[in-house]
């Protein structure tokens, strides 16, 4: 099997609970021993041992192996200010922003002495990024501009269900307004591709989701199944994707559907992460897909009205570790 790879886990906003939810991780994981993955933290030293786990400054990756059984391994990433728990900083963005670039970059070129197999971001809080001149949308868009990948997708994986939004963050009428045939098929292809490289699934079955009540009705209740998503099935088709669609949303979550497929195409944000929450929202896991390199998250935010209380759940976090660890064993990442 050889060696396990070392994740790159950003710092997130400080003023979040990705602070406290990565060193209650690296307990759980040091508890396993050799069995867990392995991260290396991208932050401030002093602001992680804050949180009571032992902390040792790396200069290298490889580093983080050794290390990672008596404290948490951290490249340091300076803030400009001390943090108040839930008071968000904009002078500590510019940390933030480049916690996550330099992950990348280990990511992508194995610098400062070697490379990570995946990269595990911890929640940011976009209205302050913002304000200190971030100029995307989100933690998707700027790993695209990153990597270089010009139409990143975003998968929100569970243990029973796995969606691909065509549409994020978006008003849901601007959602449906701009809802295009070419979009869905793109969709669909990169999560194909995303679950033969980082999933190991050979041959994926695709379920798209219709937009209306009862996937329109035969055009009763809307007519873009017909007219935008039914094409694209059928384009995807074509193409040698193993799809069906557009179903009715009410149906195709229920147990006996989900066994019938390993991810399904929603229609806008809601549509997707409804049932993916309701299913499991600990370990829920946010997943970029089209990029060069592999990125998983926890699927929530920074949670700054309990940051600094003690009583944040680690599990999504958690899961995004191990989730990223088997996908960059699966397409054959070595550290």
Known sequence: MGERPILALTMGDPAGIGGEISAASWLML?????????????????????FGVPVQVIEHVEQARAVFGAALPVLPVRL???????????????AVIRSIEQAVDLALSGALGGAVG???????????????????PGHTEFLGFLTGCAHPVMMLAGPELRVVPVSVHEALRVAVAGLRT?????????????????????????????????????????????RIIAP????????????????????????EARRRYDAAICMYHDQALIPLKTLDVERSVNITLGLPIIRTSPDHGTAFDIA???VARAGSLLAALEMAAAMAVNVGTRS
């Open 308 to 310: 600094g209380r003690g």
């Open 118 to 136: 995946a990269v595990v971001t911890n929640p940011i809080a976009k209205s302050v990024l913002y304000q200190a001149g971030f100029g995307y």
């Open 232 to 255: 694209a099935v059928a384009a995807l088709r074509a193409r040698g994707v193993a799809v069906v669609g557009p179903l009715p949303p009410d149906t195709m979550f229920t147990a």
């Open 80 to 94: 400009a200010e001390a943090v108040t728990p839930g008071v968000p900083s904009v002078v500590n963005a510019g």
């Open 30 to 50: 040091r508890a396993r021993g050799d069995q867990g993955p392995v991260f290396v933290m991208l932050a401030d030293p002093d602001w992680v041992a804050g």
């Open 182 to 226: 070419e979009a869905i098929i793109a969709a669909g292809l990169v999560a194909q591709a995303g679950l033969i490289r980082d999933f190991g699934i050979a041959r994926p079955r695709l379920a798209v989701a219709g937009l209306n009540p009862h996937a329109g009705e035969d055009g009763a209740m809307g007519d873009e199944e017909g």
